[in-house]
């Protein structure tokens, strides 16, 4: 310690008694000793004792006047000035330390640091345990200390009571652990100015702990730099204490920073932290600060009402530095909190937060409390990122207002009117233009004054409402519109997996003119919806409603062109169409899709819109959509499917469907069907797979039946199922009163393989104007071309017939014949079916007739040649005579003429019985026949002269057998006969008329039937002959020509026992004429004993002229269809010849044996005869 003499003491204490000044001392001191002005530099060190003062009168008490490299003040006691206490000139450089545990006081500033500081080393640290206080200035002043480094630590107090309580130019880093207090209005506790040091600014950080105050009338913690600034600095603020204004300003004010180069602006504020403001912004921020609250932030208001209060806790404004401004807020409470009204709240009178410049960006993590006593707790007017965990509160506000805006809402955002405001609005989250809000929580309107409250009000963008989370507005939900009722500003989309409720309104409504094609809205419900009356309303744009969830109240899809889908993935889903149309809970709506890939619709609609199901199973459970259009599609990989029953207004399919009529899934127990019909009120397009279920059994089959036009597309398929299907049972698939335009191009059936078999059907379909039909149908294939004759061709046209006249579904004949199979022989069908046998029977009776007309000539030879010798050979052949009047001798003499004999009558009686065994071969067209007869004739007659007369009658029956057909026919004839003779000349003559009744039976092996038939006929004939005899010793010979005519008519019948099967005719006829040109041979040979034998022989040739094939026209009674058949033909020529022998036992007794025959052209008969003749 240096002590003064105490001359000198004297000397000096004597100067200050009288005010005088001396020159400041240079170098170390203390005080006491040392007094008045001191300066210091380089490694000077100053001491100011406790209860010491130094006192610098009109200068400084302490000035730093040089490069210092390690300058210390220590003060325990006072150092004061009616200047600066502690200043610095100009040359002041290096390091420069106070360390205060007294007072450091002054009327203007308490320390005041100028100077030009050109080193990153320059550097003024202040540790202040006592008090550093000013009057009319700064306590600290270093503002014109250009790239000086300020530290101040402080633990007491440093205060101004008409300035900022500190202020510092660049590089400030102050600690508080006490208390720093600026009381005079528009002043700051802590200033940094960096407007002097231009783009050399370096920033500051303030440290306040835990329980110390930063406290001003004023700002309490302000930053500004020059307006043009570029400088490279950051702003580091961490509070565990209380930074407040209370006199207007703002606890932080960052809002004059200018450069956009600033690396980090940060503050914290502890849990035990209280940032806050009265009438003014607590905080305002700039462009890229971070704000991490786990403290309090508030912005609170001394007076006013609640109208005025327009203050926020935080604050940016991109607009007064002319640019956009992005803030991040953090807002969390720490680890161990257990008092959260006390912690990580953010309240402001006006907004909790707030970004004024239409271009700012608020981007909130809440983990706390945000609120706006009288605003929106978050409000931007440009845009917002907003991460929810706990609570954001807006009064007579929003929750969240931004003009843009994404949020994640995972707790509670809520907006409420404010009782003592004239106005205001009370949504959730009011988002102006777009906006995305994915919500886990609750977003509730709770109400407002003089306007409508909604849980979110947003011009356009998504909506998320996740499972249980909750979206409700006192009056309406969710609102789309422009935030002041107008047109909504672009597309919304929302997906709800919670609650969307409009309390005293709609659960949301979208507005929109349709001015705009690009404006829609997209509603997902997978939950619940809720309005009074309307649970939404979505404008007139093209709009898309999910129904997947419960609506409570209308949906009405208003203008446009509107798609209501349901279900949400590929799920089966069902759905009632009773809730859709004009009077139902869905309204409006154009189009019906779904992403489910099976849908079952039922109940009754008005809806007059579109269904679609594109590459799906849509089922229609019985439903009744009488003005809806159904529209089903398909790809190559996945096909649309339509099944079920009901009713639709139009139907369309295109690219690859299948229609498959029938319930499968009916949702009332006993519903289920397998066939089903699908009623169209209007047109149909019908194209891809039309797959028919159908019973043969019961006759049950699919159906589609429209009431307009229907067009079928060129490669539209029929798939048929069920079977076998059987011929006359025709199924309609289709109907339409409109017609049909174009056909199905084919018919695909299960197991083709059961009617490969068939000769003359497939199963295909055939349609008509107004029907399509499936069932067996004809292929194309003739009847005829498995007919091997001209019966059966005929036949088979008329079977042929029967199709085509429309019976070939009710014919039980057609349908026997058209389902026949190689193996059913088709052409012995044909055979059966045509009676040929009908026809036959006039040829048998004709061959018949000219049988009697041979006996009748034999007889008549015989009363030509009633003579002895060889010419009377000649008349062998004739019946068995009994005269009662000798004929003259005859003449003699070889080659001859032969005599008549001797005038006289002669009267015979006569009876021949005869046989015949007639086989016809067939002639390639009728059934071969073989016929046997078996009659008698007895006749009478006379001669006289050369002039004979008889009259004969007599029975025949016969039997024709033409496998399967047979015919019995019994036969009454009478006949007149005569002959005469010129010489050797013979005429001989004859008629005969039969009356015949035919018993035919015949075998269908098609039907299984056995055809009967009865009727009657007659037959006339007429014949001629004449012939010329003479002798050549033993030997007579007669050449001879004959000539006849014979007729048959058969009678009508009508065949029984063969419903199916059985022919009915109105008669038949046939008749022919013929010759024969023959010679016969004779001779008498004696025996011996009286014993005469005549052998005899003839042939001839026959011909027919004319028609000698039988026909006859038969009808099947089955359906009325006539055709002709042609029986066997009678020979037209052939080879006729007969041979015998006679022996004759003197003149009472002759015995004879006689064979005839015919053949020619396949047909020929045997007859044989014998005879016994006694005369007595």
Not at 193 to 217: E, H, K, M
Request: aromatic letters at 8%; one cysteine or more; hydrophobic letters at 40%.
């Amino acid at each position: 310690m240096t002590f003064l003499h105490s001359s000198v003491g004297r000397f000096v204490l004597t100067l200050c008694c009288c005010g005088l000044a001396f020159p400041a001392s240079a170098g170390s001191f203390n005080t006491p000793p040392a007094a008045g002005p001191q300066q210091v530099s380089g490694t000077d060190q100053g001491t100011i004792a406790s209860g010491s003062t130094l006192d610098g009168g009109a200068s400084p008490a302490i000035e730093w006047n040089g490069p210092a490299t390690g300058v210390l003040i220590s003060n325990l006691g006072t150092i004061t000035s009616d200047e600066s206490a502690i200043a610095s000139t100009s040359a002041a450089t290096g390091t420069f330390r106070v360390e205060n545990g007294g007072r450091i006081t002054s009327p203007d500033d308490a320390i005041r640091i100028n100077g030009t500081f050109n080193s990153a080393e320059d550097r003024v640290t202040i540790e202040n345990r006592g008090t550093i206080s000013s009057v009319n200035g700064q306590a600290f002043d270093a503002e014109g200390a250009h790239e000086l480094g300020v530290t101040i630590e402080n633990y007491g107090l440093i205060t101004s009571q008409q300035s900022d309580a500190i202020r510092a130019g660049e590089g400030a880093i102050i600690q508080n652990r006490g208390t720093i207090e600026a009381y005079a209005n528009g002043k700051s506790a802590i200033l940094i100015d960096g407007t002097p040091a231009g783009d050399l600014f370096r920033g500051s950080s303030v440290y306040n702990g835990f329980g110390n105050q930063i406290n001003s009338s004023g700002d309490a913690f302000k930053v500004i730099d020059a307006p043009t600034s570029t400088a490279v600095y950051g702003i580091s603020i961490v509070n565990g204490g209380v930074i407040s204004a209370s006199g207007g300003g703002n606890a932080i004010d960052l809002g004059e920073l200018h450069s956009p180069n600033r690396y980090s602006t940060s503050i914290r504020n502890g849990y035990s932290g209280l940032i806050g403001a009265r009438d003014n912004d607590a905080i305002v921020g700039v462009d890229g600060l971070v704000i991490t609250n786990n403290g309090r932030i508030y912005a609170n208001y001394n007076s006013g009402s609640p109208d005025t209060h327009d203050v926020a806790a935080i604050e940016i404004d991109g607009g007064t530095v002319g640019r956009p401004a992005t803030i991040t807020v953090i807002n969390v409470r720490e680890d161990g909190d257990t008092i959260p009204e006390i912690s990580a709240i953010i309240s402001g009178a006006n907004d909790g937060i707030r970004a004024l410049g239409a271009d700012d960006t608020v981007i909130v993590e809440n983990r706390g409390l945000i609120r706006g006593l009288n605003g929106a707790g978050i409000r931007s007017n440009g845009n917002a990122v907003v991460v929810n965990y706990e609570n954001i509160q807006g009064h007579n506000d929003a929750g969240v207002s931004a003009r843009n805006a994404t949020i994640t809402n995972r707790s509670n955002i809520t907006g409420r009117t404010d009782p003592g405001a004239a106005a205001g609005d009370g949504d959730g989250v009011k988002i102006f233009q777009m906006g995305t809000i994915d919500n886990y929580g609750s977003i509730v309107g709770l109400g407002s004054t003089g306007n409508t409250s909604e849980g979110v009000n947003i011009g356009g963008g998504s909506v998320v409402n996740r499972q249980s989370a909750v979206i409700s507005g006192a009056n309406n939900g969710i609102v789309g519109d422009d935030g002041m009722g107008g047109d909504a500003y672009a597309a919304l989309s929302i997906s709800n997996m919670g609650a969307i409720r409009g309390l005293d309104g709609v659960g949301i409504r979208y507005v929109n003119s349709g001015a705009d094609p690009t404006k829609n809205l997209t509603v997902i419900n997978r939950s619940v919806i809720s309005g009074t009356t309307y649970a939404v309303q979505m404008g007139n744009g093209g709009d898309l409603f999910v129904a997947a969830g419960r609506v409570e109240g209308i949906v009405d899809a208003e203008g446009g062109y509107d798609t209501l889908q349901i279900a949400l993935d590929a799920s089966p889903a069902n759905f009632e169409m009773g809730l859709v149309g004009d009077a139902a809970t869905y309204r409006n709506f154009e189009r019906i899709t779904t992403a489910a890939r099976s849908l079952s619709l039922f109940g009754t609609s008005t809806f007059g819109g579109e269904v679609v199901m594109d590459q799906g199973h849509l089922e229609l459970r019985n439903a009744v959509l009488t003005n809806a259009t159904l529209s089903i599609s398909g790809s190559a990989t996945t096909a649309g499917l339509l099944t079920g029953a009901g009713t639709m207004g139009a139907l369309n399919t295109s690219g690859r469907t299948i229609l498959s009529p029938g319930i499968v899934n009916a949702p009332t127990p006993g519903q289920n069907t397998t066939y089903g019909t699908f009623t169209v009120v209007n047109d149909a397009h019908i194209g891809g797979i039309y797959r028919v279920d159908v019973d043969t059994a019961t006759g049950a089959s699919d159906h589609i039946v429209v009431g307009g036009t229907t067009t079928i597309a060129a490669d539209s398929v029929v798939q048929a199922r069920g079977g076998p299907f059987t011929w006359g049972q025709r199924f309609t698939i289709l109907s339409s009163d409109g017609g049909i335009d174009g056909s199905f191009s084919r018919l695909a059936v299960d197991n083709p393989g059961q009617y490969a078999g068939f000769l003359f059907v497939a199963p295909m379909l055939t349609q008509d104007e107004n029907n399509v039909y499936l069932g067996l149908g004809r292929n194309g294939v003739a009847f005829s071309s498995y007919a091997f004759t001209l019966n059966q061709i005929s036949v088979a046209s008329a079977l042929e017939r029967i199709g085509a006249g429309g019976k070939a579904d009710t014919s039980a004949l057609y349908a026997a014949f058209v389902t026949q199979t190689v193996a059913d022989r088709p052409a012995l069908a044909l055979a059966q079916l045509s009676g040929d046998v009908h026809a036959t029977l006039p040829g048998v009776i004709a061959g018949e007739n000219m049988l009697v007309n041979d006996i009748l000539l034999s007889r008549l030879r015989q009363l030509g040649y009633q003579r002895s010798g060889a010419s009377a050979a000649l008349g062998f052949g004739g019946p068995a005579a009994l005269s009662y009047a000798d004929p003259a001798a005859p003449a003699s003499g070889a080659f001859t003429g032969l005599k008549a004999p001797a005038a006289g009558p002669v009267y015979a009686i006569w009876a021949q019985s005869f046989g015949q065994w007639l086989d016809a071969g067939g002639d390639g067209n009728a059934t071969p026949a073989e016929t046997t007869v078996a009659g008698m004739l007895i006749g009478t007659d006379v001669t006289l002269a050369n002039y004979s007369f008889g009259l004969a009658a007599g029975y025949s029956s016969a039997s024709t057998s033409a496998d399967p057909a047979s015919a019995n026919s019994e036969t009454w004839r009478i006949a007149a006969y005569g002959a005469t003779s010129f010489d050797a000349l013979r005429l001989r003559a004859g008629a005969t008329y039969g009356w015949s009744s035919i018993d035919t039976s015949r075998f269908v092996a098609l039907t299984g039937e056995s055809p009967r038939a009865s009727y009657s006929g007659t037959a006339g004939n007429l014949f001629a002959e004449a012939g010329y005899g003479w002798t050549f010793g033993p030997v007579a010979l007669e050449p001879f020509a004959a000539i006849g005519w014979t007729s048959v008519d058969l009678g009508s019948f009508f065949e029984t026992n063969a419903p199916v099967a059985g022919l009915a005719s109105t008669g038949t006829s046939f008749d022919t004429l013929y010759s024969t040109l023959g010679m016969r041979f004779a001779s008498s040979i004696a025996l011996g004993g009286g014993v005469t034998a005549t052998p005899h022989a003839s042939a001839g040739w026959r011909h027919a002229f004319g028609d000698v094939t039988p026909e006859a026209v038969l009808t099947f009674v089955n359906t009325g269809t006539a055709f002709g058949v042609d029986g066997l033909a009678v020979a037209e020529d052939s080879l006729v010849v007969a041979a015998g022998l006679d022996l004759a036992f003197g003149r009472g007794v002759t015995v004879g044996l006689s064979y005839e025959g015919m053949t020619g052209d396949g047909t020929s008969y045997n007859a044989g005869k014998a005879s016994l003749a006694m005369r007595f």
